[in-house]
């Protein structure tokens, strides 16, 4: 299957939840509220294997490995949705959402930035417009931005 084109980008979500269905009442593993971590991950790889070259997927992919814990990951899938479609915002808010958890309080500044300067709606405008705030009037004593929730 490819992912690369933009059309497919819709099948990650049905084929993440058909995966996530038939795992979670083989292995009785699912944590609730949604799948665990670890099959997160598998998905993500399994996904990526394909070499999606869409932007949204991209992004889509990146946040899914972020919420399964693997930051690294999910930045250098986060930054290639970033460099491939600066004008969509939500790749920008995600990639600030890590920068933000690790205390990289100008990049994710900048990322915000990006994010609400494309006047695209997305959903997370609001949260991008609080976290710049925080971070613009240094919302923690050691002058670090809050990272949004993990759940976004």
């Known amino acids: 299957m490819s992912l690369g084109k933009a059309t497919n980008s819709r099948l990650l979500g049905k084929r993440t939840c058909r995966s996530s269905s038939k795992s979670a009442a083989a292995s009785g593993r699912q944590k609730e ?24 997927l991209l992004d889509a992919l990146g946040w899914v490995r972020y919420r399964a814990g693997d930051r690294s990951g999910a930045r250098a899938l986060l930054q290639a949705a970033v460099d491939a479609a600066p004008e969509e915002p939500r790749p920008h808010f995600h990639l600030a959402a890590i920068h933000a958890r690790e205390r990289r309080t100008d990049l994710a500044r900048s990322e915000l930035e990006a994010a609400l300067e494309t006047k695209r709606p997305f959903p997370e405008r609001l949260e991008a417009l609080r976290l710049l705030r925080d971070s613009s009037s240094a919302a923690s004593p050691d002058g670090t931005a809050s990272a949004p929730s993990r759940g976004e």
Not at 45 to 55: A, C, E, F
């Open 33 to 56: 509220g949604g799948t665990s971590p670890q099959r997160l991950l598998e998905i993500a790889r399994d996904l990526q294997s394909d070499r999606p070259s869409d932007p949204l």
